[in-house]
């Protein structure tokens, strides 16, 4: 079987697996929001926070929520790293160092997950289970909240009420990703990931000499990762250590595990706006990028360029034979276009052109389908501007699911899509400019360029993907990167929930005669076509001095 046809089959089988879940468990994902009973479990969370998961709360409200756990993360997670020498299980690892601690505990809380150090020389058992992967599924719960949220604006009329964050964040938790987290890992051990608490074992290699290695929980972080669109790895090579990865199949099943609840969410939008054709049509038009996007990343990492080229059956450079150029082009994709940030090969080892692919798919704004949560209240905004778009067009008042976007909910939504693009050019033009440490760019030219884009791209968007010819760890990145992470994951959700209250106090606008019919596919085809042209071009000049100077000139 050829390589070609090999990623196109493994394509097929996602998108039926992907298809196959999509009502069930977005139906099933609206009910959970939905629902006015408490588990016993969350009631004594609820007991143990000091929370009413019954009271309502304003746009505000809901925004202290988030920040208020959001910091009590960061500094727990920060101070389990800098005590990490006398915790149990630490393996004989030192305290991480402050700004190390610093940078990790911002990326795992923002769900980026970023990280400038290898893991499986830095972190114990009890920071990777008790830090790491509980705030894997706890930062997911957030933007799935978040997301809700802003549905919930759709939605309602004539209240700002938007739910209560505190019962969103744990029936998020508690009734979906740790359920769906369990079979995964199960899953995952069954098909050969580690999964235990084991310390440093002494390795022989094949070549001569031995090698260090330790385990550890793997299988049940990596399923979270993946879930909760976070990214990361126990291990430096990520996804692409066969402790974490090891078949083609857990390859697929990784990747489908990154897009199982961002596709679903958008289902879980129709049932809870009383409209599931508007869900397809948001569901459309992610499709239509994400096919478009692993459509081209296939063609270019498939071209053959020379007799090496040739021999391999594609550009394999960075890549690992046991999943091909198919099935990394697919991860590729699917971990740019949503905020995971997993990888199973390096993305600096792509074609000029294809590097290019992933960095476009972070500066889209990860919405097709996106992060948990983070992709389905990314696209929903662009569908403001969308629908803002086409009143200019006919001279209308713009509106949408009934609600009137007017100069209040127009100003939110562009602050919402300028702030990931003024993070990502500020940073990366001060990196080039200033005098940042030598060691820390290795590449020179436009490939150089093109890794420092990637990192602020990848931060500011909350991915946590890099180019990995980039040394990161320096005081300059582990500062900046944290503060690009920091700013780029909650100020857009002050927009989001500030443009949901607005929505939710309106009354809802009768369709008439004129109203754009949002749930036709001229209006997926309007969404897809806002999104890359007030997204896309606004990285276009950066662009052409990074991937695509690099992949004309190849």
């Known amino acids: ?53 019954d009271a309502q709360m304003r746009w505000p409200a809901y925004l202290r929520g988030v920040l208020a756990f959001s910091a009590v993360s960061v500094l727990f997670l920060y101070l389990l790293q800098r005590l990490q020498g006398i915790l149990p299980g630490s393996l004989g690892f030192d305290p991480v160092d402050p700004a190390q601690s610093f940078n990790t505990a911002v990326s795992f809380v923002t769900n980026t997950n970023w990280q400038s150090y290898y893991g499986e020389q830095t972190m114990g058992h009890v920071v990777q289970t008790a830090g790491l992967a509980v705030q894997n599924f706890v930062s997911a ?26 019962a969103d964040l744990v029936r998020g938790t508690l009734r979906i990703l740790v359920p769906v987290a369990a079979v995964a890992a199960v899953i995952l051990v069954a098909c050969g990931v580690i999964q235990n608490f084991s310390g440093i074992h002494e390795v022989g290699q094949f070549m001569g000499g031995s090698q260090q290695w330790n385990g550890g929980a793997v299988a049940s972080q990596e399923a979270i990762k993946e879930l909760g669109t976070n990214g990361g790895g126990y ?10 990865n090891p078949t083609p199949f857990t390859n697929l099943f990784e990747i489908f595990l990154i897009l199982l609840v961002p596709f679903s969410l958008t289902r879980t939008f129709g049932v809870m706006v009383g409209s599931v054709r508007q869900g397809y049509a948001i569901l459309a038009a992610m499709a239509t990028i994400w096919l478009g996007f692993t459509a081209l990343m296939m063609w270019t990492e498939f ?3 020379g007799p090496a080229l040739q021999a391999a059956g594609g550009a394999m450079e960075g890549k690992e034979t046991r999943f091909g150029v198919g099935g990394s082009s697919i991860f590729a994709v699917a971990t740019t276009l949503t905020s995971t940030g997993a990888v199973d090969s390096f993305h600096s080892s792509f074609t000029g052109l294809g590097g290019g692919i992933t960095l476009l798919g972070m500066q889209l704004g990860e919405i097709a389908p996106g992060g948990t949560g983070s992709g389905l209240y990314g696209m929903l905004i662009m569908a403001v501007i969308a629908v803002f778009i086409a009143g200019l067009m006919v001279g209308r008042t713009p509106e949408y699911l009934g609600r009137k976007i007017g100069t209040r909910e127009m100003k939110l939504a562009a602050c919402y899509i300028l702030i990931t693009p003024a993070l990502v050019l500020v940073l990366t033009a001060a990196s080039v400019a200033l005098p940042t440490p030598p060691h820390s760019m290795l590449n020179p030219g436009a490939h150089g360029f093109s890794e420092v884009l990637y990192a602020f791209t990848s931060a500011s968007n909350n991915n946590g993907s890099a180019f990995a010819g980039l040394n990161a760890n320096t005081d300059w990145f582990n500062t900046t990167t944290g503060l690009a992470m920091l700013l780029g994951r909650f100020l857009p959700m002050v927009f989001v929930l500030a443009l949901a209250g607005s929505l939710a106090g309106q009354r809802p606008v009768p369709a008439t005669a004129g109203t754009l019919r949002t749930e036709k596919p001229l209006f997926t085809g309007l969404l897809v076509g806002a999104i890359l042209i007030v997204t896309g071009l606004t990285y276009f000049p950066a662009l052409a001095l990074g991937p695509l100077a690099e992949g004309l000139a190849s």
């Open 235 to 244: 291990f430096n090579a990520n996804s692409a250590h066969p402790f974490e």
């Open 141 to 166: 719960a957030v933007g799935m909240a978040v997301a809700v949220a802003l549905v919930r604006g759709f939605a309602r009329s004539r209240t700002g009420d938007l739910g209560n964050f505190w």
């Open 303 to 305: 071209a053959h360029h």
């Open 1 to 53: 079987m050829s390589s070609v046809l090999a990623g196109l089959l493994q394509l097929v089988a996602l998108i039926g697996a992907l298809a196959l879940v999509h009502i069930p468990f977005g139906t099933y994902m609206a009910r959970v929001y939905s629902s006015e009973k408490h588990l016993r479990v969350e009631k004594w969370i609820y007991k143990g926070i000091g929370a009413d998961p």
